[in-house]
Every structure is written in structure tokens, then in C-alpha cells.
């Protein structure tokens, strides 16, 4: 939606940046916790730092990806 708004109506990057973060970062710390913690707690077990350091690694090769790819280009100001 914060894209949506960016791209269509006219909403600053910055703010449809910081939007998208707060709607989707609860979520996200919802999901690595639950897949952290022990299954006597309802979780996967996986641990912590596994969860950190795959999310990490997940990260850089999205942001990698978009790089090589060409897709991660600067605004243009016209």
C-alpha cells in the first residue's frame, strides 16, 4: 500500500519507506520469534542466533540480487 501511494499519489519515498516499515516490522519480529523459540513455548527451535544469521544471509542475497539485476536504481529528480 505505502508504494502504491508513493507511486500513484504522489507520498515522499521517506515516508512510504518508514510507513512500510512500522505496518510489516511487528509482524516480522512475530515470525523470527516464533521460529526461535523452543517448541515448549510453541515455537520451531531453530534458535536465535541460527535465525539471525539466516534472516541476515537472506537479506544480503535479496539486496545483492537487486543490485546485480539492475532492479535497486537510484530516483531520478526531473
Given at each position: 500500500?505505502?508504494?502504491?501511494?508513493?507511486?500513484r499519489?504522489?507520498l515522499?519515498?521517506?515516508?512510504?519507506?518508514?510507513?512500510?516499515?512500522?505496518?510489516t516490522?511487528?509482524?516480522?519480529a512475530?515470525?523470527?520469534?516464533?521460529?526461535?523459540?523452543s517448541?515448549?513455548?510453541?515455537?520451531?527451535?531453530?534458535?536465535?542466533?541460527?535465525?539471525?544469521?539466516?534472516?541476515?544471509?537472506?537479506?544480503?542475497?535479496?539486496?545483492?540480487?537487486?543490485?546485480?539485476s539492475?532492479?535497486?536504481?537510484a530516483?531520478?529528480?526531473?
Amino acid at each position: 500500500m505505502p508504494l502504491v501511494a508513493h507511486l500513484r499519489q504522489g507520498l515522499g519515498a521517506v515516508v512510504a519507506f518508514w510507513t512500510a516499515y512500522v505496518i510489516t516490522r511487528p509482524l516480522g519480529a512475530s515470525v523470527a520469534d516464533w521460529m526461535g523459540v523452543s517448541p515448549a513455548r510453541g515455537g520451531l527451535g531453530i534458535g536465535t542466533g541460527t535465525i539471525t544469521v539466516a534472516w541476515a544471509a537472506a537479506i544480503v542475497v535479496i539486496v545483492g540480487y537487486a543490485v546485480v539485476s539492475g532492479r535497486a536504481r537510484a530516483a531520478t529528480v526531473d
